[in-house]
Structures are given as structure tokens and as C-alpha cells.
């Protein structure tokens, strides 16, 4: 099966930039997403295939990508960023989330 | 708006099965495929698989081959997950989501708590 792989927690201080990396095998070419799931709400789509950012998302969100990664930019991270994210990546007609990251603004 | 509405809380004994519906609107039903994900308490969240509602054709993880049901109700822009034989470890929110660039938006969830 499929596996992504992500950290856990990533701490960032107000005003500063936030990466949140996802690895898995070529995973730059399976159409990565990117959610956002705070406390208690349904998960929100950030980034698509990749690099594209859905109407209404702040544009200090961009996602980039190479061969086996995929990486979420939070620039200028404010309080509201808290939250989890999730990588998403599609398999042969299957989807596989990453464990998800825990992005803390201290 | 494009909105997805699903159906209430269950609560459910192991051995038994459990049905949540999700209820589209605003936009074209059949023209998108629609997925169920699930998230366990304080865990992350678990892709189980997806519908066309066009034609009917599902697609499944392995992990629930066997025991998951997906349909949709083309009458009633509605698409309904039936998992069965549930045991503890199905406790978990049930999501849907529509599928178009990236799964967006998702419903409110439904909370499925298995319990004797």
C-alpha cells in the first residue's frame, strides 16, 4: 500500500513562515492536497495538485513540490493558522492521507 | 452554495451495521464523485472510499472491502455509507466530501459511536 509520511508537530512564532513536509514515492506526481482541520470542524481543502490554492484561501498559504515531496508554506502565520494539516495523495484510484501535523503559533 | 448535509449521530452495538446518508445541494449531483472519510477521536483522518453517482461505480480501500457499502440515490441527491459487522474501533466522525479539485467542500460529519 501507499504510505505518506509527515511530522507530527510543527511550532512556528507570529509573523514567521511555517513548512509542513510530506514524503512519499513520488508523491510530487499524485496530485497532492493539502487540508486544514481545526478543533471540532470538518477539514478545509488549502492547497491542490500541488501548488493551487481554491478561491477564498488566504494567499499566505502555497504549496510546492518535487519528485518525493510535497511541502505547505504558511508565510506570515498568524493565532487563526493553529491547527492540523493533512497531505493527501492519489494512488490508482485510491486516496491515502498523511498522519497529519499538528502547526502550533507560539 | 454547493453544501453537504449529513445525517445524525448513531449509536450503534458491535456485530451490528450503521447507514449515514449525506444529502448534496447546489450544484450538479451526478457530476461529481462523492467520498466518505472517516476520523477516529483524536486521530487522523482515514480515506474508505468514493461513488460516481453518474454510474453508480465504487471504489473501495482494502481495509473495509467486505463490510462497506456505498450508494447514492440519484432521486434524492443523496449518497449513503453502510459499514457492517462493526466492532469497537469503528467509533469514529464519518465524513463526506465531493470530489473536484481536491476534496472540497466536506459535510458536517457524523459521529458513529460503537458501543455494547
Known amino acids: 500500500s501507499y504510505d505518506v509520511t509527515q511530522p507530527s508537530s510543527v511550532s512556528v512564532s507570529p509573523g514567521q513562515t511555517a513548512r509542513v513536509t510530506c514524503s512519499g514515492d513520488?508523491?510530487?506526481?499524485?496530485?497532492p492536497s493539502w487540508y486544514q482541520q481545526k478543533a471540532g470542524q470538518s477539514p478545509v481543502l488549502v492547497i491542490y495538485?500541488?501548488?493551487k490554492r481554491p478561491s477564498g484561501i488566504p494567499e499566505r498559504f502555497s504549496g510546492s513540490t518535487s519528485e518525493n515531496t510535497a511541502t505547505l508554506t504558511i508565510s506570515e502565520t498568524q493565532a487563526v493558522d493553529e491547527a492540523d494539516y493533512y497531505c493527501?495523495?492519489?494512488?490508482?484510484?485510491?486516496?491515502?492521507f498523511g498522519t497529519g501535523t499538528k502547526v502550533t503559533v507560539l | 452554495q454547493v453544501q453537504l448535509v449529513q445525517s445524525a449521530a448513531e449509536v450503534q452495538k458491535p456485530g451490528a451495521s450503521v447507514k449515514v446518508s449525506c444529502r448534496a445541494s447546489?450544484?450538479?449531483?451526478?457530476?461529481?464523485?462523492m467520498n466518505w472519510v472517516r476520523q477516529a477521536p483524536g486521530q487522523g483522518l482515514e480515506w474508505m472510499g468514493w461513488?460516481?453517482?453518474?454510474?453508480?461505480?465504487?471504489q473501495s480501500s482494502e481495509k473495509f472491502q467486505g463490510r462497506l457499502t456505498i450508494s447514492r440515490e440519484t432521486s434524492a441527491s443523496t449518497v449513503h455509507m453502510e459499514l457492517s459487522s462493526l466492532t469497537l474501533e469503528d467509533t469514529a466522525t464519518y465524513y463526506c466530501?465531493?470530489?473536484?479539485?481536491?476534496?472540497?467542500?466536506w459535510g458536517q460529519g457524523t459521529l458513529v459511536t460503537v458501543s455494547s
Open positions: 466530501a465531493r470530489l473536484g479539485n481536491g476534496f472540497d467542500p
Open positions: 513520488h508523491l510530487g506526481g499524485r496530485f
Open positions: 493527501q495523495a492519489w494512488d490508482s484510484g485510491i486516496y491515502v
Open positions: 461513488i460516481n453517482p453518474y454510474d453508480g461505480n465504487t
Open positions: 447546489g450544484y450538479n449531483f451526478k457530476n461529481y464523485v
Open positions: 495538485e500541488g501548488t
